[in-house]
């Protein structure tokens, strides 16, 4: 069983911190690895996608990866409440996704 | 379509009953993916099409759980005499290629099993 591994939260912040998210993985030969947002009740959306060990930042968020460490991070600066969602670590194994169990942030206004 | 499409979007069974959840893919997609997702908890795989064929069904929980996509596009779950250990979201992605791409989630299906 391919194991991915979050803090479940949940992580408080205040509107304009930098909120960090961390995710550990078991699976050495894993390539690419996933943040996926959601909302409550609603379906996971994909955020960011990162192969390389490395920082690959879009706008706001900046994921970090460490295939040595079997770690990849998520960094969101400037927090918006809009941001207040659990998010998804996820590793591909062949084509198949493994989740954790996602990480509850919630930005205070 | 413009995205994945599940129905239907809420389910309550008794336990016993039978269900069938369906997807639709994004047009054009091979890959299609089912997940299971129980409350506070992250997605699980449950199984994997490419096209009609089914490559791996590792992730069914039990043999009461079925899926087909005979024409290599729409996707039915079957669950066979409902548990209540069944209650959860079933969740739907496809994925353009072959199954390495981005995979892009339906709205799921929320069930409960009384």
Redesign the interface.
Known sequence: QKE?EQN?GPLSVPEGAIASLNCTYSDRVSQ?FFWYRQYSG?????IM?IYSNGDKEDGRFTAQLNKASQYVSLLIRDSQPSDSATY?C?V?S?????????TRLTVIP | GAGVSQSPRYKVAKRGQDVALRCDPISGHVSLFWYQQALGQGPEFLTYFQNEAQLDKSGLPSDRFFAERPEGSVSTLKIQRTQQEDSAVYLCASSRGQGAETQYFGPGTRLLVL
Do not use: C, D, Q
């Open positions: 991915v479940s690419s609603k379906s996971p959306e994909l996608s998804l996820a591909r062949a084509v198949n996704l493994f989740f954790g169990t996602g």
